[in-house]
Nanobody, 123 residues
Framework: QVQMVESGGGLVQAGDSLSLSCAAS????????MGWFRQAPGKNREFVAA????????NYADVVKGRFTISRDNAKNTLYLQMSSLKPEDTAFYYC????????????????WGQGTQVTVPS
């Protein structure tokens, strides 16, 4: 299986940028499709972005398209999420996830999940 640890979350102001990382260990990182999801207080977890194993394909939620960029470095076993023009509605716990097919938005395709990192953008 794959173990993942997210980092990079924090408190930022609206309009700022922030970069999240997800460090993976265990089975070969390069074999997995990777995704980012988020969950705000009182809401269901929602899809943010996903990337294929070789970075050839990406998928974004409409609400983050043009503001967030997902990328990965298979040599470093690390997934990234570069977030810009952050809004209060981006406040959530952000999770990385690994799956074997995709990059899909449905969380049922993802088998392994990290513990998450909090991103807070005050209004």
């Amino acid at each position: 299986q794959v173990q993942m640890v997210e980092s990079g979350g924090g408190l930022v102001q609206a309009g700022d940028s922030l970069s999240l990382s997800c460090a993976a260990s265990g089975r070969p990182f390069r074999a997995y499709v990777m995704g980012w999801f988020r969950q705000a207080p009182g809401k269901n977890r929602e899809f943010v972005a996903a990337i294929s194993s070789d970075s050839s394909d990406t998928n974004y939620a409409d609400v983050v398209k043009g503001r967030f960029t997902i990328s990965r470095d298979n040599a470093k076993n690390t997934l990234y999420l570069q977030m810009s023009s952050l809004k209060p509605e981006d406040t959530a716990f952000y999770y990385c996830a690994a799956g074997v097919t995709g990059p899909f938005s449905y969380e049922g395709y993802y088998e392994y999940w990290g513990q998450g990192t909090q991103v807070t953008v005050p209004s």
